[in-house]
């Protein structure tokens, strides 16, 4: 059964503080405040008397004993019963000095978790769960772990550029899952309230300040995570039912509040790919979000090493509106003058961490005021690239700068080494410009874009049934995908059509000459000559048989002809005929006949 704070106050407070395992005695404390919550590194503040105006010494400040990097250890009770409530590391401290011979030594201790804060960290995780990623990224940092299993595995999963404790954060929200840190110790686990409250506070006999509010626009009958499945070509959904109630505390329901102005779906979306099953998870993660937001406040009682994030506390005469288990959130100690207040936070903040404007690193590195999205260029100039970069000179309208432009690199559907695709715009087009890490210093032609001022070569039209390139110069490359026929045209018009609907094959320039592959053969057509010449032979084969006809003359000359039939062979002239030699003429048959 949960007694009150003040049964457990029995005799006078003690404070203990150790510097790397050693009891410091007669510190002369002034004030010592330890604060703990869910998603943060626990915390804690020593206020010491230090320093001599006359001899200008400080008896701790002076010393090694919380000199940066000193373990610390913070316990407390009153009479003779003593508990843990802080481990951690200082990392700061400082000298305050007021008035005359008034001055104090101020530490400040972390966790040794801390050091998951600090710097900015890149990973590419493969066919890991969450589970896993977690459990590692605190090991790497020394620290013992202590995490949730999770079941979906990533193909990859990549971490850019934030630091760790953040990352962590990040992945355990979407898991629905809290971060709490004691001694070095990351748990990472979801959300329990199915015990028994730790401590009993009464408005009236030990509970000093008590401050809540129930807000029903953040409960939601139902949450929906929404990706894009590229294979399907739809869009793949998860699906969370109503929140539900984590700890016994009032008697408003969430279904009840949902009513009031919640939608029948709260969307969550992502343009990128996600399998169904984390889909789930992450709706499921809102409503647990919205399941800790039911109710939040605070509250003051007697202090107690009990209170810790998630335990319980149960409060009653404030209403039946509040009554009943708090979770508890957060929890700041304070002792000072030989009392001790523990202030008490339940209810989280329904907002999700990666929307603190720190977690992902500023626009452009910080390096300068970076620039969000797109933006319109006008290309002024295609060479003379002062680094010989291979980039285009491009004035952005909008910011009516007094230089003539700015160098821009160009996307290239292809680019390598001395080969790729090669397509330059138009002095004068406009163009859709990005910037590498937002940097404005540092654009990217994206591509180029037509207008009412640009117009394309064809007409925009829904059965989109062309395709085409066409250059300045009005060379083109047309492809026709209802008939399923692509054409090369010059300016003068020479042209080469693969035609798949007439299943042929046309080669056709601008004098009138043409060579057309069907299904009927190959058709060679001139208005003008014809002329076959060889380095070679020169041969002419069918299966059937060859005609050869003019209109005017058939000359053959060379320097040895012969013509040889297999059965008949017929020389026949309409008018004349003559065969002559100059010298011997031989006519020889089984039988000659002549006239």
């Not at 843990?84 to 007021?98: A, D, K, M, P």
């Not at 929906?224 to 408003?252: D, R, S, Y």
């Not at 099953?277 to 107690?304: E, H, Y």
């Not at 060379?558 to 002559?580: D, M, R, V, Y």
Request: hydrophobic share 40%; glycine share 10%.
């Amino acid at each position: 059964m949960a007694t009150s704070p003040t049964v457990d106050a029995d005799g006078v407070l003690n404070v203990t503080i150790s510097s790397n395992k050693k009891v410091l005695k007669n510190l002369p404390l002034m004030t010592v405040t330890v604060r703990r919550a869910f998603n943060r590194i626990p915390w804690a503040e020593l206020v010491i008397q230090d320093g001599d105006m006359t001899t200008g010494k400080f008896e701790y400040a002076d010393t090694s004993v919380f000199e940066p990097g000193a373990v610390v250890t913070i316990s407390a009770g009153f009479g003779s019963d003593s508990a843990q409530i802080f481990s951690g590391v200082v990392v700061r401290y400082g000298v305050r000095i007021e008035g005359q011979n008034e001055s104090r030594l101020v530490v400040e201790c972390r966790d040794t978790a801390t050091k998951m804060t600090v710097g900015r960290n890149n990973a590419n995780y493969v066919q890991k769960t969450d589970s896993d990623i977690l459990t590692a990224l605190i090991g790497a940092h020394g620290l013992t772990a202590n995490v949730a299993s999770t079941t979906q595995q990533h193909d990859e999963l990549v971490q850019y550029y934030c630091n760790d404790w953040d990352f962590l954060l990040a992945r355990a929200e979407v898991n629905g899952m809290l971060v709490n840190v004691d001694a070095g110790t990351v748990n990472v686990q979801p959300p329990k309230a199915d015990g028994d409250a730790v401590l009993t506070v009464t408005w009236g006999s030990n509970l000093y300040e008590f401050d809540a509010e129930i807000d029903a626009r953040l409960q939601f009958k139902s949450a929906q995570a929404v990706a894009w499945n590229p294979a399907q070509q739809q869009i793949v959904m998860g699906e969370a039912a109503a929140p539900g109630t984590l700890n016994a505390q009032g008697n408003l329901k969430p279904a009840a509040l949902a009513d009031v102005a919640g939608p029948e779906v709260m969307r969550l979306q992502t343009a990128t790919t996600q399998e169904q099953s984390a889909l789930t998870t992450w709706a499921k993660a809102l409503q647990v979000k919205a399941t800790l937001a039911r109710i939040r406040g605070r509250l003051r009682c007697q202090g107690n090493a009990l209170v810790i994030p998630g335990a319980l506390v149960a409060v009653s005469g404030v209403g039946l509106r509040f009554q009943g288990s708090v979770f508890v959130s957060a929890v700041e100690h304070t002792m000072a003058g030989g009392q001790w207040f523990a202030d008490v936070e339940f209810g989280l903040d329904p907002r999700w961490h990666m929307m603190r404007d720190d977690v992902a690193a500023p626009l452009a590195s910080g390096l300068l005021p970076g620039v969000g999205g797109l933006q319109i260029g006008v290309v002024k100039k295609l060479d003379g690239d002062p680094q010989n970069a291979q980039r285009i000179q491009v004035a952005l309208p909008v910011m009516q700068a007094q230089t003539e432009g700015i160098w821009a690199r160009l996307v290239q559907g292809y680019a390598s080494n001395t080969f790729g695709m090669f397509f330059l715009p138009e002095v004068g087009d406009e163009v859709i410009v990005g910037y590498l890490n937002d940097d404005p210093s540092h654009p990217v032609v994206l591509g180029s874009l037509y207008s009412a001022g640009h117009t394309p070569p064809y007409a925009i039209e829904a059965p989109n049934d062309t395709k085409a390139i066409v250059t300045r110069a009005q060379h083109k490359i047309e492809f026709n995908e209802k008939d399923k026929i692509v054409t090369i045209t010059t300016p003068g018009n020479n042209k080469v059509v693969l035609d798949d609907k007439d299943k042929s094959i046309l080669v056709q320039d601008q004098n009138g000459n043409s060579v057309k592959l069907s299904g009927s053969g190959i058709a060679l057509d001139s208005p003008y000559d014809i002329t076959a010449n060889a380095k070679g032979n020169i041969q002419l084969k069918a299966a059937a048989s060859i005609e050869i006809s003019a209109q005017a003359d058939i000359k053959a000359n060379a320097i040895n002809i012969g013509c040889e039939a297999q059965a008949g062979f017929t020389g026949k002239g309409a008018a004349t005929a003559e065969l002559s030699a100059s010298g011997q003429t031989t006519v020889r048959g089984g039988v000659v006949m002549i006239n």
